[in-house]
């Protein structure tokens, strides 16, 4: 919120600056006029404060840049739609229990762990998957799986389709491998 304050006032002040020199280049505005100001502002003694709050802005706002680059994981609420009945949204809490419970439901995911990213187009989500691997299966198969299961869960629960997935596999684990029962 202060940055965003802050960048409102950067960019009122340099657009008053910039709307200046077209005034004076066009000729709106006489030369002289802009100079005598020019000469009034420079022998005040704020302009020195003034020019160095000016520069910690444009540090601040130029660190941000590099910040925000990053995908951050959501937060709050994934509005889906709004019609005649009124908006829909979905927390994203429950949207990460519906498509972990989904990839528990594949044979060979110990355990899922699921995070949502905010993306802009047409799907409004993007998901990262983590799953423990059981020992004996395998990953590009599973994880096929994985992506299927989810996508299906999605279109039913939320009714959207073609949401990107990626899912990684962070651990192998050595317990036992749940196999079918012999009929004796």
């Known amino acids: 919120m202060i940055r965003r304050l802050i960048l409102l006032v950067y960019v009122v002040t340099v657009l ?17 006029v802009v100079e005598n100001e020019m000469r009034y502002a420079i022998g005040r003694d704020e ?5 160095g709050c000016m520069t910690l802005a444009s540090l601040i706002l130029l660190t941000q840049v590099k910040k925000t680059t ?15 009945p009124g908006e829909v949204k979905v ?17 060979g995911v110990r ?10 187009g047409e799907v ?3 998901i990262a998957m983590t799953i423990t ?18 996508d299906d869960a999605l279109k039913v629960a939320l009714e959207l389709s073609n949401v990107p997935v990626e899912v990684r596999v962070e651990e192998i684990t050595h317990a036992i491998i749940e196999r079918e029962k012999r009929v004796v």
Not at 70 to 84: C, F, Q, S
């Open 16 to 32: 008053a600056v910039l709307i200046i020199c077209a005034g004076v280049c066009v000729g709106l505005m006489p030369y002289e």
């Open 111 to 120: 355990e899922a762990k699921a995070t949502v990213y905010r993306q802009s």
């Open 124 to 126: 409004p989500i993007r």
């Open 70 to 84: 990053g995908i951050t994981a959501a937060k709050g609420d994934v509005h889906l739609e709004a019609g005649k």
């Open 47 to 51: 302009t020195l404060p003034v020019i």
């Open 133 to 150: 691997l059981s020992q004996g299966y395998s990953a590009p198969q599973v994880s096929e799986e994985v992506v299927r299961s989810v």
């Open 91 to 107: 927390t994203i809490r429950a949207i990460v229990s519906v498509i972990e419970r989904a990839a528990l439901t594949i044979s």
